[in-house]
């Protein structure tokens, strides 16, 4: 405990460290993920493909690409690119179903309504698809934050690990007090961006609420 008080600016520094090294990825993980899940939902060949792809790309282990990117980039060993780069395949890897499956929910009856209203397929995909997608879209966002909040600490291993760090320097020393404090931090932290999540999926989808009121 004593550890713990001694070093509160250095594990928030190290937690904000993590943070950004997690969402990085999640944001462009989500911009790539919506073009591929989109041709996923229109055309059967494109699922067939890119589904089981994104499936056996998250079946990697994450130490290996951590170790791989350096090779793939052309980056140093210590370059955080690395871990931001796996962890955005890892995203991509999630987020290609769950976009499919949010927008393949949507009810025809409205995107022909919306057609019949005169919007032109990218207008219809931003004002009624995606919105209305938001719900289960969400969800694996959710997943894959969370995700890429524990899979940073793997990063340690290669010396870019946010607040994994602590987990190798604390096994070095003999410290339990560093691991346990990574571990309490890790926590907070993806419990921290699951409360902030759930209330941005609130505030995107007013309808949802107002439906469950009646």
């Given at each position: ?6 070093h509160l ?10 943070l950004?090294l997690a969402?990085?990825p ?12 989109w041709?996923?939902?229109r055309w ?5 493909i890119?589904v089981?792809?994104?499936g ?10 951590f ?16 871990v ?12 290609v179903?769950s ?16 057609t019949?209203?005169g ?12 919105p ?5 879209l969400?969800?694996?966002?959710r ?8 899979l ?8 870019v ?10 096994y070095?020393?003999?410290n339990p007090a560093?691991?346990i ?11 921290l961006?699951?409360?902030?999540l ?17």
């Amino acid at each position: 405990m004593t550890w713990i008080l001694d070093h509160l600016d250095v594990l928030f520094a190290t937690s904000l460290d993590h943070l950004w090294l997690a969402l990085i990825p999640v944001v462009a993980g989500l911009l790539i993920s919506l073009p591929l899940g989109w041709m996923a939902s229109r055309w059967r060949l494109a699922k067939s493909i890119l589904v089981p792809t994104a499936g056996m790309l998250y079946t990697i282990p994450s130490l290996a690409l951590f170790v791989l990117m350096p090779l793939i980039l052309g980056t140093q060993i210590l370059d955080p690119l690395n871990v931001i780069a796996a962890l955005t395949i890892y995203t991509v890897a999630l987020l290609v179903r769950s976009v499919a499956d949010a927008l393949a929910a949507v009810p025809p009856a409205v995107t022909a309504a919306a057609t019949a209203m005169g919007y032109r397929p990218l207008g219809r995909f931003f004002a009624v698809e995606l919105p209305l997608a938001v719900p289960v879209l969400l969800a694996g966002v959710r997943v894959a934050t969370v995700s890429n909040i524990s899979l940073v600490s793997v990063g340690a291993l290669i010396g870019v690990g946010g607040l994994g760090k602590f987990f190798t320097e604390g096994y070095q020393r003999g410290n339990p007090a560093e691991i346990i404090a990574a571990i309490v931090a890790i926590l907070v932290l993806a419990l921290l961006m699951e409360l902030i999540l759930v209330i941005t999926g609130r505030v995107l989808t007013p309808w949802a609420r107002a439906g469950g009121t009646r």
